[in-house]
Nanobody, 118 residues
């Protein structure tokens, strides 16, 4: 059974930091590109960051470059999103995504709420 379980969300003040984790099971984690998406109320889901299967390359949305860092530990089947200098505009539900485009497989986590507010 495929599972992506996010954790680490919560309420943080502007300028603060959070580290999201996504624990994967039920599939060959190291073969998948892992991404974080987010969806704010009334907005479409957007890609925040993605990292290649063995972590050699990462890309970021312009709005989070420099502030966020995506990483993965294939030994632990876990992907992380370190979020620094958080802004109210970062408030959203953050979703973990696993994708192996070559064979057309994609999985989503249930999401974790991040709220940036004073």
């Amino acid at each position: 059974q495929v599972q992506l379980v996010e954790s680490g969300g919560g309420l943080v003040q502007p300028g603060g930091s959070l580290r999201l984790s996504c624990a994967a099971s039920g599939f060959t984690f190291s073969r998948y590109v892992m991404s974080w998406y987010r969806q704010a109320p009334g907005k479409e889901r957007e890609l925040v960051a993605a990292i290649t299967s063995y972590g050699g390359r990462a890309n970021y949305a312009d709005s989070v470059k420099v502030r966020f860092t995506i990483s993965r530990d294939n030994a632990k089947n876990t992907v992380y999103l370190q979020m620094n200098s958080l802004e109210p505009e970062d408030t959203a539900v953050y979703y973990c995504n696993a994708k192996w485009a070559t064979i057309g497989l994609e999985y989503w986590g249930q999401g974790t709420q991040v709220t940036v507010s004073s």
